[in-house]
């Protein structure tokens, strides 16, 4: 068997925050758990840190948070960070790796796909910290140069103007930067008939017997980047039940861009746009999986979902961050 320095597989290498990050070191244990994710390979830490170490990036943060300046300089200051790590060349090992890496991932499935391209930093997706929507995901990648630029994407996302006042702020509760490492999560692309969101409690109320789901036409990014308002359900938890169900207005759709890579928005008809996008059946299965992964981290969780040709995939799955309940 091939060794890998900079990637790691399901069901080959164990969860590990410092290599994974906190959705990579997730997706392994919903893995490890049989609950159903897309196939998915994570380029590891050692990638992101290398790349860094060579720009001298985390000395040129802390020379910039030193003299902590106005907006348009943290703007400006973005801009350079991102410029160098979009024309930063990958050593001739990792560009090795990745094609050794793709072509073995592809002739497990058997077939071809498209690629989502996600960040996976280890402040990602833990109790403590709430990371979430700050980095990013980039979708319906179909080439190695469109995951190459997604790859360095990720890594950019780390020190958007927004990014880099969370990490001033985590700086200020003492974690440094060369402490914060990413991982790239590669996962087959979903393109989803219905997504959504599933909190394995109601986060309007903090209940801790109910669960609440968004869901909408279409891919979860609409949801995520509040493009749409979705449906709203809540379920009884510990007995299947609908409690209650709002229909959003749910005006467009994310869906898979039809002339190249990533994605596009457009409206839904408007006899979709009145009706629940969920079924009994959906509920179903859905409220299954919020019980099973919550078993699994044994904490609340906020999880996205997706479901094409009724089959559902768990995205990603992360803490539910600033509760005032007691875990």
């Known amino acids: 068997m091939t060794h890998y320095n900079y990637f790691s597989f399901l069901g080959e290498n164990p969860p590990s925050m410092k290599l994974l990050g906190g959705k990579g070191m997730n997706l392994f244990k919903l893995y490890d758990n049989d609950i159903r994710i ?27 948070f030193s003299r902590f300046s106005p907006p348009k300089e943290v703007v400006n200051f973005s801009n350079n960070i991102k410029t160098e790590i979009f024309n930063y060349k990958f050593p001739k090992e990792f560009n090795i790796e990745l094609k050794q890496a793709l072509t073995r991932f592809k002739e497990k499935l058997g077939r071809e796909i498209s690629f989502a391209v996600r960040s996976s930093a280890n402040i990602e997706d833990q109790v403590q910290f709430s990371f979430a929507g700050q980095a990013e995901s980039f979708l319906f990648n179909n080439t190695l140069a469109q995951i190459i630029q997604s790859i360095k994407n990720c890594w950019a996302s780390l020190f958007s103007p927004q990014s880099l006042l969370y990490l001033l702020k985590i700086k200020q509760r003492g974690i440094e930067l060369p402490a914060i490492e990413m991982a790239v999560i590669i996962q087959e692309m979903i393109d989803s008939d219905i997504a959504g969101v599933l909190f394995t409690i109601n986060v309007l109320n903090n209940n801790a017997n109910q669960m609440l789901i968004n869901g909408s036409w279409g891919l979860c990014e609409a949801i995520t ?11 009884d938890k510990n007995k299947f039940n609908v409690l209650n169900s ?21 409206k ?25 992964i919550e078993k699994v981290f044994n904490y609340p969780q ?23 309940l007691k875990y």
Not at 225 to 235: E, F, G, K, R
Not at 246 to 266: A, H, L, M, S
């Open 38 to 64: 897309p196939p998915c390979l994570i380029i590891n830490t050692r990638a992101y840190t290398e790349a860094i170490s060579k720009l001298q990036i985390s000395k040129k943060v802390e020379l910039f």
């Open 225 to 235: 980047n509040s493009s749409v308002i979705p449906d709203l359900i809540i379920l």
């Open 302 to 324: 906020d999880i996205e979902w997706a479901f094409k040709n009724d089959i559902l995939y768990a995205l990603q799955s992360r803490p539910i961050t600033n509760l005032s």
């Open 246 to 266: 709002k229909v959003g207005d749910k005006e467009i759709r994310c869906v898979k861009n039809p002339n190249g890579p990533f994605t596009i928005i457009v």
């Open 268 to 292: 839904n008809e408007p006899e979709i746009k009145k009706e629940l996008c969920l079924q009994h059946e959906h509920l179903l299965k859905l409220h299954d999986l919020g019980l099973n």
